[in-house]
């Protein structure tokens, strides 16, 4: 890995502190998903779009010495922060790779389980990648992925969406935005499921609370896009933006920080 940049080793340690703060929000809902494929010692297991891989950790400690965990993603930077904390865990069973999760550079039948941690819906082919997780899966290994429910049910992460989404040119949107809600109708994402060629397809609403000590943890979460999109801003348009998602936020303020309801979806389906 190399630390001589200074602007990489820089953005290097914001994904780490970001890692840290997904295991705080996503947590319960990860173990949910990795309870859902049933990870015994010795499994292989892939993840697709597995970011800095705190999902890609878990499993490893579930699948044990004699078992292993492929970290797969497009971003280089967000594998070597994956790769560096699994070096400081001690978790010898991990390795990263990056890799297009719509064609993946693997011989079939060859995993136990493939997981997704809120990467799928942002991959524009849906189903190739479906089709593709269900060639390398073993006969009887099963696939999980956690994606985004509705925008309404997750109040400070459309907040979010909609402040970044209306800083882009009509150019950026068709080029670079990528719907994180794709994937939100329960309906739709089993129908992709199944049509992949999955059966015993479910998917389910996992409820969570976003808690944050205060605005500015928020901010941290949200990240760069945000702080870019308010860059784009006129100063006095930027302090009129912040005021207007500070009040936005204001209603889920409490003694404790701010606490706000979220949901994600799991879903599931299993290989023939």
Do not use: C
Not at 20 to 44: C, E, F, I, R
Not at 153 to 173: D, G, H, M, W
């Amino acid at each position: 890995m190399n630390w001589t940049d200074p602007n990489e080793a820089k953005e290097i340690e914001e994904r780490a502190r970001w890692t840290k703060l997904w295991q705080n929000l996503y947590g319960s809902a990860t173990q949910q998903m990795l309870a859902t494929v049933k990870l015994q010692p010795g499994d292989h297991v892939l993840d697709i779009a597995a970011g800095t891989g705190g999902q890609s950790r878990q499993a490893a400690r579930l699948v044990g010495p004699e078992g292993s965990v492929l970290a797969t993603d497009i971003s280089q930077v967000m594998l070597d922060v994956a790769a560096r904390f699994a070096q400081e865990e001690g978790l010898n069973n991990i390795t990263t790779r990056t890799m297009n999760a719509e064609q993946l550079d693997l011989p079939e039948n060859s995993y136990d389980a493939v997981i997704s941690r809120l990467g799928l819906m942002l991959i524009p082919r849906k189903q190739q990648v479906l089709m593709e997780i269900q060639r390398v899966l073993k006969p009887g290994g099963k696939v999980a992925a956690l994606v985004w429910s509705k925008p309404e049910r997750n109040p400070l992460f459309a907040l979010y969406i909609t402040t970044v989404a209306n800083s882009l040119s009509a150019k950026e949107l068709e080029e670079q935005w990528t719907d994180p809600f794709s994937l939100a109708d329960a309906a739709f994402f089993a129908g992709i499921l199944t049509s992949a060629g999955f059966q015993e397809v479910q998917v389910q609403a996992i409820p969570l609370t976003f808690r944050f000590s205060s605005f500015e943890g928020l901010a941290t979460w949200w990240g760069s896009p945000f702080d870019r999109a308010l860059a784009k801003l006129e100063p006095e348009s930027r302090s009129r933006k912040l005021e207007e998602v500070r009040q936005a936020v204001h209603q889920f303020e409490g003694a404790q920080g701010i606490a706000a309801p979220a949901e994600l979806l799991l879903g599931t389906g299993m290989k023939r």
